[in-house]
């Protein structure tokens, strides 16, 4: 897109690998962890990507788009829900929730 809005993927996998450490560092679960790490790592790809290390501008289809982002994505979704049913079963064991 020449003149739209362009989705910077860099910054949304940095801000989604702090994140994911943060909600390691609240919860203790170790899912977390490792989806920092992996998205951490991503956008390090990512990096390499744009600066046209890993591929001279000619790549017409990427993994990444195809499998690496939306495995990332899914998964990240997957423990956002599994964390918050869990944690909304807690509340209602403990009697505090709806």
Same mark, same amino acid.
């Given at each position: ?25 609240? @919860? +203790?679960?170790?899912?977390?962890? #490792?989806?920092? *790490? ?8 990512? %990096? =390499? ?6 591929? @001279? +501008?000619?790549?017409?289809?990427? #993994?990444?788009? *195809? ?8 998964? %990240? =979704? ?21």
């Amino acid at each position: 897109m020449k003149n739209g809005a362009v989705i910077q993927p860099i910054p949304i996998a940095l801000l989604l690998a702090c994140a994911m450490g943060l909600g390691w560092r609240a @919860s +203790g679960r170790r899912g977390f962890a #490792v989806l920092a *790490l992996c998205w951490a790592a991503y956008a390090g790809y990512e %990096t =390499l990507m744009f600066r046209r290390v890993l591929c @001279s +501008g000619e790549c017409n289809i990427r #993994v990444d788009l *195809l499998l690496i982002y939306p495995a990332l994505l899914g998964s %990240t =979704l997957w423990l956002g829900l599994s964390t918050a049913l869990r944690a909304r079963r807690r509340r209602r064991a403990a009697g505090h929730g709806a």
